[in-house]
């Protein structure tokens, strides 16, 4: 386990206008200050339409919570029509970044190259980077996942200063449990949170924390934090609603109060 605070990080992804987003943000405050989470950082990862709304919220209520993006292009300005750039989201108090989340690979062609200068753009920046990584079902199937996700993080990682190295969370998502409702047993979290983090040891990263985005929610979450070993979650749907976002918070922070 990492010596690192647990960091749960909830990805609305295309959902909620900045409306929804401050009623949802709102709710989870109510929640955590009726019984504050002490052992994990909360991120909320906002549309960018929803993060100046959300920013003023969280701020102005001194919520307990973090901003994050769900994406940013590696350059800092220019002809990049639809873009946003780290200026921009810092600006915003946004400390979180999403790199090469697996819709942004597969949907919209993001490659490994342009990953890896991501990756440099946000801590170079100042800003957390959470580097998504994960295999297809058929990489699973191939019994060839150590391998691919290796190769994932050798593509984002080997230009990389180790001066920027505390910047980096690596996310592990695999494809074939996103959104599918197959979700990975604890033993196979367990076993690719423990391999990348030997992964990233080996790469001179004295803590190296690795989270786990796979359709976690509300009832699995105990489980896998309790059982798999893992420094937190990259949550999707069931961060869209209050109640179940904060159930996923509690169940870490009560695994990690009674490690701790």
Not at 44 to 61: G, K, N, Q, W
Not at 133 to 140: A, Y
């Amino acid at each position: 386990m990492s010596a690192r605070r647990p960091l749960v990080i909830g990805n609305w992804k295309m959902n909620l206008d900045y409306v929804e987003g401050l009623h949802l943000v709102q709710q989870l405050g109510v929640l955590m200050k009726n019984r504050p989470v002490e052992h994990v950082e909360v991120v909320v990862a906002a549309p960018f339409v929803d993060l100046r709304s959300v920013s003023s919220i969280v701020d102005s209520e001194r919520f307990s919570m973090s901003l994050g993006a769900q994406h940013v292009n590696a350059n800092e300005n220019g002809a990049h029509t639809g873009e946003i750039s780290t200026s921009m989201l810092k600006r915003l108090n946004v400390e979180w970044v999403l790199v090469g989340h697996s819709e942004r690979r597969v949907h919209y062609a993001m490659s490994d190259e342009i990953v890896a200068q991501t990756l440099s753009a946000v801590v170079r920046a100042g800003q957390h980077a959470v580097l998504c990584v994960g295999e297809e079902r058929s990489i699973r199937e191939s019994n060839t996942y150590c391998q691919y996700v290796t190769a994932q993080l050798e593509s984002a990682l080997g230009g990389l200063d180790e001066k920027f190295y505390n910047f980096v969370t690596v996310a592990y998502e695999p494809l074939w449990a996103i959104g599918t409702g197959v979700n990975a047993s604890p033993e196979q979290v367990r076993e690719m949170t423990s391999f990348l983090r030997k992964e990233l040891r080996a790469r001179s990263f004295t803590s190296p924390q690795v989270i786990y985005g796979g359709s976690v929610n509300a009832e699995n979450a105990a489980t896998l934090v309790g059982e798999s070993d893992v420094d937190g979650f990259l949550v999707g749907g069931a961060s869209l609603k209050a109640e179940s976002f904060y159930a996923i918070l509690r169940a870490c922070d009560d695994c990690y109060a009674v490690k701790r």
